[in-house]
């Protein structure tokens, strides 16, 4: 019962509040003294989204105090999250590996998600945000796992529906982070990968000679890619991860853009790191 209103067991949370309170200096006392019902309170709201009308009703909380009380832990947690997601080393990658199917070493799989929100009253915006792929006003993020055990190692920025996959990748250039000889595993739209990295394991794009059918290298990538997918089903039991982002306010102007930009950024390393913390993924076995 208790995860699935906050989204994680009794037991976990316990740990969550313990961990998250070395991260809440600069805060006041008094928010530090209640952090455990902060603490709450933002799970609750993460994991289940209601309107702030319905959360206070349901609280017995005034909007505003539940509001402010929201972005303060959420600045805490972010800076818990931060430690959750460094970027592994060489030899961390290596030790969660999979083997493919030549024995090549796939140490990344990646995928872009991407979050329908609010439309805007400003045309401007509207062309931004609007993406072809769902026909939809969404914004774009390319998130990254290693293939072992989904531990999230990559979150990039938040891009406006308008930048596809392609464009996130290339903006990002996650490439550099990695040695030629580590193989990364996406699907087809990141087929341009292999003309940076060409160890790049890609649906529908066969090295030539390979030796098999293409049919069964597709499902051998996709048997290694679901990881990935695996991770998005578990960013997306948080509801605000998975419904209409809620941003109207920050869309009423070309300048606010970048602020709902960074608050769905932060919303999902705030959830990446829970998942790392706290979740987990089906594991592949080599």
């Not at 989204?7 to 509040?17: H, V």
């Not at 308008?162 to 290339?170: E, G, I, S």
């Not at 293409?214 to 998005?232: H, Q």
């Amino acid at each position: 019962m208790f995860s699935s209103v906050f989204g994680i067991s009794k037991e976990k949370f316990q740990n969550f509040l313990k961990q998250v309170g070395e991260f809440a200096d600069g805060e006041t006392m008094q928010f530090k003294t209640h952090l455990e019902e902060h603490l709450l309170d933002f799970l609750f709201y993460i994991k289940n989204y209601p309107t702030w009308r319905t959360f206070s009703f349901l609280w017995s909380k005034s909007v505003d105090s539940l509001f402010d009380g929201f972005h303060r832990m959420m600045h805490v947690v972010e800076k818990w999250s931060q430690k959750q997601l460094v970027f592994p080393n060489e030899e961390e990658r290596s030790a969660n590996s999979v083997r493919f199917m030549k024995q090549e070493k796939i140490v990344f799989c990646f995928d872009c998600c991407e979050q329908i929100v609010c439309s805007s009253i400003d045309k401007r915006i509207e062309n931004i945000i609007f993406g072809s792929k769902y026909k939809d006003h969404t914004f774009n993020i390319l998130v990254g796992c290693n293939p072992k055990n989904g531990k999230v190692m990559f979150v990039s920025q938040t891009f406006e529906g308008k930048k596809n996959d392609v464009t996130a990748l290339y903006q990002t250039e996650l490439w550099k982070l990695f040695k030629q000889d580590e193989y990364l595993c996406g699907d087809q739209a990141f087929g341009v990968l292999r003309d940076f990295h060409p160890s790049t394991l890609i649906k529908n794009k066969m090295p030539q000679d390979y030796g098999v059918t293409e049919e069964i290298f597709n499902n051998n990538v996709d048997s290694v890619r679901i990881i990935i997918e695996n991770v998005f089903a578990y960013v997306r039991r948080f509801n605000i991860c998975d419904d209409k982002l809620r941003i109207k306010k920050r869309l009423k102007s070309i300048d606010n853009l970048q602020k709902a930009l960074n608050f769905h950024n932060r919303i999902w390393r705030c959830v990446c790191g829970i998942l790392n913390a706290f979740g987990s993924i089906r594991k592949i076995s080599e």
